[in-house]
């Protein structure tokens, strides 16, 4: 088996999602396109309950992730959480595959209304093409509710598949544009200088993801990569000929490597290269000013998306908090979310503060993004945020600027 750092992060992968009834043919439509068992096939209604993820390598497509989800038509106290479980995996999919079920269409029709105001490729199917005329009478409904016909496949003899393949395919351009993590700031040639703290954040014998998939971006441009930590910074800096083009921190640093920093050197963060390679960095370089507002009586959400257990001197749990109320008063209030448990109303906040985002995919940290616009809510992230409390936020290089 590939390890881990061969494999593409499942961040970095198209995120396909499967959407439908219970009993709509998901499970087995994702299973037959997979070509393995993925999720678990019942004639009984309801069987898959929590979202079932699989990675995969899809000829054409790529690196992909196929995201099986509970029937949207679930009931009961159970059935609530389950739909709201699915509503989360539907912020996720770069493409959804929506299932059509006898019956009206209505809660079809919600849901493709739902993709396609938020720019999402959907393809509506009927999942039983071998019921032949019952499949096309379907499709044609499908054209009545939604606008547009549904692509007729069948799990049980494959019969479709490689039109759905084509069709994902084309959608694929719209959903999909493989960002630049270091952008125009760096180019082929270039010496970059990457300053990583090892802490206890990053045990030893790892490298956190975010440094990792910079500096193969930075191999993959071709630019020299130097690496050292923030008390070995005077030394690299030494032995080298040039200044460096670029300095890359954790976002921690920032006060120390500043101080630090050659004139001529661009100077950023992972968090804040993170936060243009996965979010809406113009809104989170706004958003950050909105600090210099807080007050002792004022709400803060920060938002990590890892769900690790609580280390000492924590960046979400501890620093940042420890920083804001040194600033804002000891009573400033802050809630901490982790992984998915992303509140839907947003509106008791006064700022919240997003980690860099290197465990979802964009799609579901833009979801996050543009529910807090919605909803006249601040938002920013812990790179563009610790600059502005640093005092630096206007001296720091954003990806695609210079």
Request: net charge negative; glycine share 8%.
């Given at each position: 088996?590939?390890?881990?750092?061969?494999?593409?992060?499942?961040?970095?992968?198209?995120?396909?999602?499967?959407?439908?009834?219970?009993?709509?043919?998901?499970?087995?439509?994702?299973?037959?396109?997979?070509?393995?068992?993925?999720?678990?096939?019942?004639?009984?209604?309801?069987?898959?309950?929590?979202?079932?993820?699989?990675?995969?390598?899809?000829?054409?497509?790529?690196?992909?992730?196929?995201?099986?989800?509970?029937?949207?038509?679930?009931?009961?106290?159970?059935?609530?959480?389950?739909?709201?479980?699915?509503?989360?995996?539907?912020?996720?999919?770069?493409?959804?595959?929506?299932?059509?079920?006898?019956?009206?269409?209505?809660?079809?029709?919600?849901?493709?209304?739902?993709?396609?105001?938020?720019?999402?490729?959907?393809?509506?199917?009927?999942?039983?093409?071998?019921?032949?005329?019952?499949?096309?009478?379907?499709?044609?409904?499908?054209?009545?509710?939604?606008?547009?016909?549904?692509?007729?496949?069948?799990?049980?003899?494959?019969?479709?598949?490689?039109?759905?393949?084509?069709?994902?395919?084309?959608?694929?351009?719209?959903?999909?544009?493989?960002?630049?993590?270091?952008?125009?700031?760096?180019?082929?040639?270039?010496?970059?200088?990457?300053?990583?703290?090892?802490?206890?954040?990053?045990?030893?014998?790892?490298?956190?993801?975010?440094?990792?998939?910079?500096?193969?971006?930075?191999?993959?441009?071709?630019?020299?990569?130097?690496?050292?930590?923030?008390?070995?910074?005077?030394?690299?800096?030494?032995?080298?000929?040039?200044?460096?083009?670029?300095?890359?921190?954790?976002?921690?640093?920032?006060?120390?490597?500043?101080?630090?920093?050659?004139?001529?050197?661009?100077?950023?963060?992972?968090?804040?290269?993170?936060?243009?390679?996965?979010?809406?960095?113009?809104?989170?370089?706004?958003?950050?000013?909105?600090?210099?507002?807080?007050?002792?009586?004022?709400?803060?959400?920060?938002?990590?998306?890892?769900?690790?257990?609580?280390?000492?001197?924590?960046?979400?749990?501890?620093?940042?908090?420890?920083?804001?109320?040194?600033?804002?008063?000891?009573?400033?209030?802050?809630?901490?979310?982790?992984?998915?448990?992303?509140?839907q109303d947003l509106r008791g906040y006064d700022l919240i503060i997003q980690c860099g985002g290197c465990m979802f995919n964009r799609r579901y940290i833009l979801s996050r993004t543009e529910r807090a616009k919605?909803?006249?809510?601040?938002?920013?992230?812990?790179?563009?945020?610790?600059?502005?409390?640093?005092?630096?936020?206007?001296?720091?290089?954003?990806?695609?600027?210079?």
């Open positions: 088996m590939a390890s881990t750092l061969q494999q593409t992060p499942a961040a970095n992968r198209i995120h396909i999602g499967f959407f439908g009834r219970r009993n709509s043919g998901k499970s087995s439509l994702l299973n037959a396109f997979a070509g393995q068992e993925v999720s678990i096939v019942s004639s009984e209604a309801g069987t898959t309950t929590d979202p079932v993820s699989k990675p995969m390598e899809i000829p054409g497509l790529g690196p992909c992730v196929l995201m099986d989800t509970a029937g949207f038509d679930d009931e009961g106290r159970l059935g609530e959480l389950r739909v709201e479980k699915t509503r989360q995996t539907a912020e996720k999919a770069d493409i959804a595959v929506l299932l059509c079920a006898e019956g009206d269409l209505e809660g079809e029709k919600c849901w493709y209304q739902y993709f396609r105001e938020r720019q999402v490729p959907v393809i509506p199917v009927v999942s039983k093409g071998d019921h032949g005329e019952e499949a096309r009478a379907l499709a044609q409904r499908a054209e009545e509710y939604l606008g547009e016909g549904a692509l007729i496949v069948s799990a049980w003899d494959r019969a479709g598949l490689d039109t759905l393949r084509e069709r994902l395919l084309r959608a694929l351009p719209e959903a999909w544009a493989p960002a630049d993590i270091t952008g125009s700031l760096v180019r082929e040639g270039d010496t970059v200088l990457l300053v990583m703290p090892q802490d206890i954040q990053a045990p030893k014998g790892r490298l956190i993801l975010p440094q990792v998939q910079t500096i193969r971006e930075l191999l993959d441009k071709k630019c020299i990569t130097v690496c050292a930590t923030v008390d070995g910074l005077p030394a690299a800096l030494e032995k080298l000929r040039e200044p460096p083009q670029l300095i890359i921190t954790d976002s921690q640093a920032f006060p120390a490597v500043y101080e630090k920093k050659p004139e001529g050197s661009l100077l950023t963060s992972f968090s804040v290269l993170f936060a243009a390679y996965k979010g809406d960095v113009t809104y989170y370089i706004r958003s950050a000013g909105r600090i210099a507002d807080l007050g002792a009586d004022s709400r803060v959400l920060i938002a990590e998306c890892c769900t690790h257990a609580p280390l000492a001197e924590d960046i979400g749990r501890v620093k940042l908090p420890r920083m804001l109320r040194e600033r804002c008063g000891a009573s400033l209030q802050v809630d901490m979310v982790s992984g998915m448990d992303f509140p919605e909803q006249g809510v601040p938002m920013t992230n812990y790179g563009v945020a610790l600059a502005w409390l640093s005092g630096i936020l206007d001296q720091v290089a954003i990806a695609g600027n210079t």
